[in-house]
């Protein structure tokens, strides 16, 4: 593999029974169907930053990625719950409609918003009790207290849905998402035996990306609720509005995590970069398991599908997945 093609971005995302791997210009997301056969869907990928390029700018990039990575997540979530349901809806019960995923996003977003959102924000108002004094959102120990109940909250949450059978083979997929790219990333032959070499993390991981985001959260949060007095007074209804204000700051601070994420992930040996993605790479033991050699195969088709479409000559003819049946998937 030439040099010039190892510093080609790919990024991925597991999905239900299978993985979504993305590069600057390309998407593809393969998905093992419960009849064992695969399904692989893959089409140009176009950026808002490859359309504006100031976009690509340091400090711009991240909330668009953010942005770019959630609309991208729910299409490959979707089409894996489609692909994985499939053989239940050939045995004639009703396929997954557009209602019922939208349902279960929007329960999903409210869930997130209430547990990691609300929950924390008014616990870490009541803790004031604990020392003392009060506490409001312009009090820099408000805002630390807030950040350890939502990692928290995130640890146990995790945890907890790990014992799900289903999630748990997510979590899997996860891993075989990060060995993979690890492949690559190494310039090694895509094949099941160099990928189960690798370790299940990566510096670059979602998961490493909302802690991340956590602790940047907490400093620009102290700093912006005491310009704003009038938005720092108690009461649910003022709980309610500090919180929506802080979801509406996730795209601003997405920025310098991002530049933290991309920094650390080409520096992992600096010791500054250690201690930001330490609690990333920590957590990842719950989300990123150990795969199977079908796990892998199927993050392996992901990658290798992306490749194809950025004319990568390596990824030439190793397609192993049937031609016929991956076809019929692609625009």
């Known amino acids: 593999m030439k040099p010039e093609d190892l510093r ?14 993305r590069s600057p210009h390309a998407m593809a997301i393969a998905v093992r169907r419960p009849d064992g056969s695969v399904v692989l869907k893959d089409e140009a ?10 976009l ?45 995923i939208a349902l279960t996003l929007g329960g999903a977003f409210l869930m997130a918003f209430l547990f990691f ?24 120990t408000f805002h630390v207290i807030d950040g350890i109940i939502k990692a928290t909250f995130l640890v ?5 849905i790990s014992f799900f059978p289903d999630i748990r083979r997510v979590f899997e997929y996860h891993g075989a998402e990060h060995k993979t790219i690890c492949t690559f990333e190494a310039g090694e032959e895509l094949t099941v035996a160099k990928a189960k070499q690798h370790p299940t993390a990566h510096a670059r991981c979602g998961t490493s990306f909302i802690l991340v985001v956590l602790l940047v959260s907490i ?10 007095p009038a938005l720092t007074h108690r009461g649910l209804a003022n709980n309610l509005l500090q919180v929506v204000i802080k979801v509406g700051l996730m795209f601003p601070i997405a920025a310098p995590s991002y530049e933290i994420i991309r920094w ?15 609690p990333g790479l920590a957590t990842q033991r719950l989300t990123a398991l150990e795969p199977d050699d079908s796990q892998l195969e199927v993050a392996l088709e992901a990658l290798k599908a992306v490749l194809a479409r950025e004319q990568l000559p390596e990824a030439n003819g190793q397609l192993s997945v049937e031609e016929s049946h991956c076809a019929a998937c692609r625009p």
């Open 117 to 140: 959102g609300f929950l924390p924000h008014w616990l870490s108002g009541k803790a004031g009790y604990l020392v003392g004094r009060s506490l409001t959102p312009a009090d820099f």
């Open 45 to 54: 990928y176009h950026s808002l930053a490859e359309r504006y390029p100031v």
């Open 56 to 100: 690509k700018r340091p400090f711009l990039r991240g909330p668009v990625i953010l942005i770019e990575a959630m609309v991208t997540g729910v299409k490959a979530l979707t089409f894996s719950a489609q692909a994985a349901l499939q053989e239940e809806d050939d045995q004639g019960d009703e396929p997954l409609g557009w209602g019922s």
């Open 219 to 228: 400093l620009i949060f102290t700093v912006f609720f005491p310009l704003f």
């Open 8 to 21: 080609l971005n790919v990024g991925g995302q597991a999905v239900l029974e299978g993985v979504m791997m």
């Open 156 to 160: 146990l949450y995790i945890w907890g």
């Open 264 to 278: 650390g992930g080409k520096h992992s040996r600096h010791p500054l970069a250690q201690v930001f993605l330490w």
